[in-house]
């Protein structure tokens, strides 16, 4: 499994921005995946997610203003980021993690699955 990230940045509070993840060795109905970010001194934290279905789910600090999807036919994922805020800065990564059952999607939502494969990450700075 490889995932690449792009599209972060550095960009003014309000702003907008759209990353993107190409993955390669996912087959979407057998995983789940998201995006994470870390923030300086602080724990990496699940920001939204998607499973196989297209069930999405958001953390309560970002939700209104993110939209997960992606593009089974080209194996890459987005995260379209909107009204951005000084807090949002963070590295933010694509996260890709096996799917058998739903608990293992409840698992990734929640930072707890086993076996996820991530990207490198991409920097997000807003000011």
């Known amino acids: 499994v490889q995932l690449v990230e792009s599209g972060g940045g550095s960009v003014q509070a309000g702003g907008s921005l759209r990353f993107s993840c190409a993955a390669s060795?996912?087959?979407?109905?057998?995983?789940?995946m998201g995006w994470f970010r870390q923030a300086p001194g602080k724990e990496r934290e699940v920001v939204a997610a998607i499973d196989r279905d297209g069930t999405t789910n958001y953390a309560d600090s970002v939700k209104g203003r993110v939209t997960i999807s992606q593009d089974n036919a080209k194996n890459t994922l987005f995260l379209q980021v909107d009204s951005l805020k000084p807090e949002d800065t963070a590295m933010y990564y694509c996260?890709?993690?096996?799917?058998?059952?739903?608990?293992?999607?409840?698992?990734?939502?929640?930072?707890?699955?086993?076996?996820?494969?991530w990207g490198q990450g991409t920097q997000v700075t807003v000011s």
């Open positions: 060795g996912v087959t979407y109905t057998s995983y789940c």
């Open positions: 996260a890709a993690a096996r799917r058998k059952t739903y608990a293992d999607y409840w698992r990734f939502t929640r930072g707890r699955a086993e076996d996820v494969h």
